[in-house]
């Protein structure tokens, strides 16, 4: 009878172990908003151009080369991607930003944008000091296979 006992209770604990979440589990699923970084690559080939953000401050950003408020950048993002294939954001930002405000950019990004991708300082510094290099988000688009 004990060792009936024992046995029971040694399946009802690997039962329980098995419901229980793990650190390890294929079942996690990642919150957050997907992003890919950009590296500086000799231009060559069919590369997307994308919109340029540039978050300045605390829900101001530059599209291109026009400062403007962050609710702005929804409706523009939207008009410039309407008829494009190719949709991408590539978005730096200014140091001493909270995430929080980078992270609000990239949603507005996200709602109109395949992909968003980010541009660190150390990238940019290398595109403005080299020509002939170009921005490469690491995306391969149909068209550009071609």
């Known amino acids: 009878m004990q060792r009936r006992l024992l046995l029971m209770a040694a399946v009802a604990a690997v039962l329980l172990w098995l419901r229980m979440p793990h650190g390890s589990s294929h079942n996690h699923q990642p ?8 590296s500086a690559v000799p231009c060559f080939g069919r590369l997307p151009a994308g919109e340029s953000v540039r978050v300045v ?19 523009r993002l939207a008009a410039s991607f ?5 949709r991408v954001v590539f978005l730096r ?9 980078i992270a ?14 980010l541009v660190s300082p150390k990238t940019e510094l290398i ?20």
């Not at 401050?57 to 409706?75: H, K, N, S, W």
């Not at 309407?82 to 190719?86: G, I, L």
């Not at 595109?127 to 071609?146: A, N, V």
Request: proline share 4%; hydrophobic share 35%.
């Open 127 to 146: 595109l403005r000091s080299q020509t002939g290099l170009c921005r490469d988000p690491h995306i391969t688009f149909p068209e550009i296979l071609m």
């Open 57 to 75: 401050r605390r829900g101001r950003v530059i599209l291109r080369t026009e400062e403007m408020p962050l609710d702005e950048l929804d409706a």
């Open 93 to 101: 930002a200014e140091e001493g930003l909270r995430f929080r405000d």
């Open 104 to 117: 609000e950019v990239i949603a507005t990004a996200k709602k109109h944008a395949d992909y968003v991708v």
């Open 31 to 38: 919150v957050g908003q997907e992003v890919r970084v950009a």
């Open 82 to 86: 309407r008829d494009r294939t190719q």
